[in-house]
């Protein structure tokens, strides 16, 4: 039986995936080095576009496809033929936004099979879905059969790099959220039903499927998921604060649904509060996101009812040291972050109103008022400042519609296949 080691630390991690790779070229540092160069000299071009108001969407899937070669494989050929690609697209500035293709996916400027997940899933869930002409989803029907989920999400489940070149940890989420999305969303449930010209069906027995093999897959020492790596002295597990808010935050959220393993989960989460995202709280330069932010409140709302008393002391003191950063070091007046973006509000806001910043009833955490930094604005004044700022960047996708209900107070008005 191989053993397995749990390992916290994702500079020691990171360490030994770069070792391996090292040891199966010995020049991998000297082909790695230039291609990302000129990957970061690309990202510098297409954030000014974006900047000015170009969707750019093509140029962003060539683009994230070569950041996923050149970081976690060492196939240099496809790499650079990505940035050649992303380079070729950054001269259209005035492409058009991506529409479902003959395949069934929005990943028309994507290469490989799993990066035409995210982008298809996410336009499901746009309102547009439930009325716009719909091509079934060919590229991952096989997904419908649960022995090929679980046997895919097997052949993913541990990356050994000296022997493949691959390491699998973005593959095994991508699927993972897709998957859990497909089967845990109501309104995507909704969706497959409303629309049958789709062609993807979520059998009973694909979700039990599914089910089983998530819990198999927790680590029970943590209560975690992760990606596990096969090295010289045997198979490392790494707790995935990423792989664990998609699973527990899908699988419980507007649910009675309960996770297993929960009282783990709560303390791990709490334990690596100084780690480096996905292995714990902090960006590389040691400060907050509001993004990592709201993924952490989310897994502490989602395991309150499982946290001790005195877990639950910890919770209130760390989410509102999260909240006094927000809104002192993130929030600028009518945005977050040093410049308007749909994701800065995205995170920002779901991260205000994760924690019942606007509603009471969301407050979790917290049976009082909550406390406000000295000068800080109201927090219906704040509302009102981030309401008018959005205005400049909304460009009525489902991730600004979502912001946009958060910021107004309007309930979500039901789509044409009854999704809110």
Not at 75 to 95: F, G, N, P, V, Y
Not at 196 to 201: A, Y
Not at 207 to 231: A, H, N, R
Not at 251 to 273: C, E, F, Q, S
Request: proline share 4%; glycine share 6%; with cysteine.
């Amino acid at each position: 039986m191989i053993e397995v080691a749990l390992e916290r630390s994702r500079g020691s991690v990171l360490d030994r995936i770069a070792q391996a790779f090292r040891q199966r070229d010995p020049y991998y540092d000297a082909r790695w080095m230039p291609l990302n160069a000129r990957r970061k000299d690309l990202n510098d071009i297409l954030a000014d576009l974006l900047k000015k108001g170009h969707p750019m969407e093509c140029a962003l899937q060539h683009f994230y496809e070569a950041k996923w070669l050149i970081n976690y494989s060492d196939d240099w050929a496809r790499a650079s033929a990505a940035l050649d690609e992303c380079e070729k697209s950054l001269q259209d500035i005035e492409q058009p936004r991506i529409k479902q293709g003959a395949d069934g996916s929005w990943g028309a400027c994507c290469r490989e099979w799993y990066r035409k997940l995210e982008p298809t899933i996410d336009a499901l869930q746009e309102r547009e879905a439930a009325t716009d002409r719909l091509e079934p989803l060919a590229f991952m029907s096989f997904l419908q059969k649960p022995a090929n989920v679980v046997g895919l999400l097997r052949a993913l489940s541990i990356s050994d790099i000296v022997a493949t070149g691959r390491n699998l940890r973005d593959e095994q989420n991508a699927l993972l959220t897709a998957l859990g999305q497909l089967i845990f969303k109501d309104g995507l449930r909704k969706l497959l039903v409303c629309r049958p010209q789709l062609k993807f069906t979520v059998s009973q027995e694909l979700e039990e499927t599914f089910i089983d093999y998530l819990w198999g897959l927790q680590q029970k020492q943590t209560g975690y998921w992760g990606p596990s790596y096969k090295f010289d002295d045997g198979i490392v597990t790494v707790p995935d604060i990423s792989f664990t808010f998609h699973v527990v935050h899908y699988y419980m959220d507007n649910t009675a649904r309960i996770a297993p393993n929960l009282d783990k989960m709560v303390a791990t989460t709490l334990a690596i509060k100084h780690e480096t995202y996905p292995n714990g709280w902090l960006e590389k330069d040691g400060n907050f996101s509001d993004h990592n932010n709201y993924d952490i409140v989310t897994l502490l709302d989602c395991g309150w009812k499982a946290a001790s008393w005195k877990q639950r002391e910890v919770i209130r003191h760390e989410i509102q040291a999260l909240l006094d950063w927000c809104l002192t070091r993130s929030l600028r007046d009518d945005h977050f972050g040093k410049e308007k973006t749909i994701d800065g509000y995205y995170y920002g806001v779901r991260f205000l109103d994760r924690i019942g910043f606007w509603d009471n009833a969301k407050r979790f955490w917290l049976s009082d008022d909550i406390s406000l930094p000295n000068g800080c604005p109201s927090p219906e004044k704040i509302r009102e400042r981030l309401l008018q700022g959005f205005k400049a960047v909304d460009d009525g996708s489902e991730y600004c519609e979502t912001i946009r209900q958060i910021l107004t107070g309007e309930p979500p008005v039901p789509d044409a296949c009854g999704r809110l």
